[in-house]
């Protein structure tokens, strides 16, 4: 194919609003911790974002999509290693951008999905131990999941959709979370010390932020500069705007319409409608967004009655957002929007158990594989901080600086 300007300017503007997306999740979550550990959870999106540009350069990107390692459809050869043969040209004979493009496209995605699983370290791990987990979580979990749905593997074969991460990026984070949670300690004091949200105005600007980012991380993924770009960036608008007001009334009924509430009712809106961004019409995201609320919100009741310190709610949000998205995805599917897909709304039972497999399998194997990770991690070098450590803040005991002075 021949290189199409616009189509390759649509692609960058697209990349550059989904790497925006790593520091709005850094201040989402540096709002919602207490002001000594803002810092430090900026911070943790920042050092995600650069870690994993140059794992994703140098193995990762090859890992995920170059052509299949023994032809197993489980994980990439190292043909492109070190970028080799990424160059200036594109990359298949349908893509009309350059391979580079496509490349630090998909990097913003995999730096973007290390970052949302800080959520599960707020105020209580390492630097270091963050840095050693972040490079082989993104290549033992996130890359093969990649390859799986995206770069000719599998659930690509066996035709599962995701048109821009609700398996890859968000069951796989909101599950690692979860399995994070049962291996390393809580904070010192959880459950019986205040540990409210210290600055809600940031949090909000890393929620807004986040919105408008998700404009290139699923309008982006059309790959190009044409109507369905336009329906996935009208969808996940409609989905979002549905979801943050239906779970501003979810805490209104229980007291008072929280901002707080607004802001993650908007992210599980972007979580939900991201699989089904590429398929789906607006009654199809409106409905997405207002279930994906109430799935949230009734996670959120769980994880706080049973004592789960994840407190940004990582899982609840990402990981049970994405799990309704992908789900949804085989359900609201329609031919209005591409020709080749409809759900089971239209009649298509295949399409919805294949989406079941593919949420299913994502939800076990990020599970599991974080889980041995984390628990040999946590025994030999230790995940957590020391508790006098925690105590003054991981703003000055990690970085030696204050969010405030």
């Known amino acids: 194919m021949v290189l199409d300007t616009g189509d390759t300017a649509w692609l960058l503007i697209s990349t550059a609003l989904v790497m925006l997306m790593t520091p709005g999740v850094g201040f989402f979550y540096g709002g919602l911790v207490r ?16 870690l994993v540009s140059l794992q994703w350069v140098l ?36 893509a009309t951008y350059p ?60 035709g599962a959709l995701d048109f821009a991460g609700g398996t890859v990026v968000h069951i796989s984070a909101g599950f690692s979370a979860l399995a994070i949670a049962l291996v390393i300690r809580k904070r010192v004091g959880f459950g019986k010390d205040l540990m409210e949200p210290s600055n809600i ?80 019409d607006i009654f199809g995201a409106i409905v997405i967004g207002i ?34 998205g992908a789900i949804a995805t085989g359900i609201f599917a329609t031919t209005a929007i591409q020709a080749n897909y409809s759900g089971l709304l239209y009649g298509n039972v295949q399409q919805f158990v294949n989406q079941i497999i593919a949420a299913g399998v994502s939800v076990g194997y990020a599970f599991v594989v974080t889980f041995i990770l984390v628990f040999i991690l946590d025994k030999t070098i230790g995940m957590t901080v020391k508790e006098e450590e925690e105590y003054v803040g991981l703003d000055l005991s990690q970085h030696g600086e204050r969010a405030f002075n």
């Open 35 to 50: 002001r000594k550990n803002i810092v430090n959870m900026i911070t943790l999106s920042l050092v995600a974002f650069a």
């Open 59 to 94: 193995f990762g990107y090859s890992l995920a999509f170059a052509p299949d390692l023994n032809g197993m459809g489980i994980i990439g050869g190292l043909d492109y290693l070190g970028l080799k043969g990424v160059g200036l040209e594109p990359g298949s004979e349908t």
């Open 99 to 158: 391979a580079l493009a496509f490349m630090i496209f998909q990097l913003v995605f995999a730096a973007v999905t290390l970052a949302i699983i800080t959520s599960v370290f707020a105020e209580r791990v390492k630097l270091s131990a963050f840095i050693i987990f972040g490079l082989l979580w993104t290549t033992l979990v996130y890359d093969p999941l990649a390859h799986w749905v995206w770069g000719g593997g599998w659930l690509m074969t066996l």
């Open 201 to 280: 105005p940031l949090a909000l600007l890393g929620a807004s932020l986040l919105w408008f980012g998700w404009f290139g991380f699923n309008a982006g993924s059309a790959l190009t500069a044409n109507g369905l770009a336009a329906s996935a960036f009208v969808v996940t608008n409609t989905a979002t705007a549905a979801a943050a007001l239906t779970w501003m009334v979810l805490s209104w009924i229980k007291g008072r319409p929280a901002a707080l509430g607004f802001a993650s009712g908007a992210v599980a809106g972007l979580v939900a409608i991201t699989p089904a961004a590429g398929f789906v």
């Open 291 to 324: 279930v994906a609320s109430i799935i949230c919100y009734a996670a959120m009741l769980f994880r706080i009655k049973k004592g789960l310190d994840e407190s940004c709610d990582c899982w609840s949000v990402h990981g049970m957002g994405g799990l309704w």
